[in-house]
């Protein structure tokens, strides 16, 4: 029960970080417009993505624009787009592979070789969780540095945005989840009874049992 019980709470957790590194992946609100300095025109803030860039007016109106090529890109948004696809590609191979080993299914008999698929698919959500945590790092350094770099002009300077402080709760859920599949391993003593069975007795030539039987 105990491990039936740390498989649904890690398999939840692995799914909703999974559903977060997609919604993350999708938001154009990776780096925001920074207000410091001379740039103090609030009435437009850009937002910029993995896939667009957009401009919110102050009426709500908002434009965007997707990036016309990739290899204009700079490295970490390139690295970002490779290493959140293959993450959220990960998260439906380790759903695919818990739920094919999982004690409420059938996939699989033997109990052993489903605990081991259990823990191959917790590896897979923790190695999921690490290839989405290193772009959101290195996008968090990299708008930090430029931030605090006095050569970079006040309107080209950015802030966080929403989708990075996404991205690090779903990584958090599953690299959590992704360890607990991998402790929810029953026990590998055998929790059945072990029951043997006496050979039939055979009658004698008179027909009567040997008497050294009911003792």
């Known amino acids: 029960m105990v ?8 398999l939840s957790l692995c799914v909703i970080g999974s ?17 410091i300095e001379a740039n103090i025109v609030v009435a437009q803030t850009i937002w910029d993505g993995l896939w667009m860039s957009c401009v919110v ?14 290899l204009a890109l700079s490295h970490d948004l390139q690295a970002a787009r490779a290493l959140t696809i293959i993450s959220s590609v990960m998260g439906v191979l380790g759903l695919m592979v818990v739920i094919a080993g999982a004690q409420c299914t059938n996939c699989i008999r033997t109990e052993y070789v489903k605990a081991r698929v259990v823990n191959a698919g917790g590896i897979i959500y923790i190695i999921s969780g690490l290839f989405v945590l290193v772009p959101l790092c290195w996008m968090a350094n990299k708008i930090i540095s430029d931030f605090y770099n006095q050569q970079v002009p006040a309107p080209q300077k950015r802030e966080i945005g929403a989708a990075l402080y996404i991205g690090w709760a779903a990584a958090a ?3 959590i989840g992704g360890t607990l599949l991998c402790c929810s391993c029953p ?6 009874y072990s029951v043997k069975y006496a050979p039939t007795q055979r009658a004698t030539q008179n027909g009567d049992y040997d008497k050294r039987n009911y003792v």
């Open 187 to 192: 026990s590998s003593g055998n929790s059945g």
């Open 173 to 175: 859920l599953l690299l």
């Open 3 to 10: 491990s039936a019980g740390l498989e649904i709470l890690g």
């Open 19 to 35: 559903l977060l590194v997609m919604v993350a992946c999708g938001l154009p609100m990776w780096k925001v417009t920074a207000f």
């Open 57 to 70: 007016q102050s009426t709500g109106q908002m434009q965007c624009k997707v990036h016309d090529s990739v």
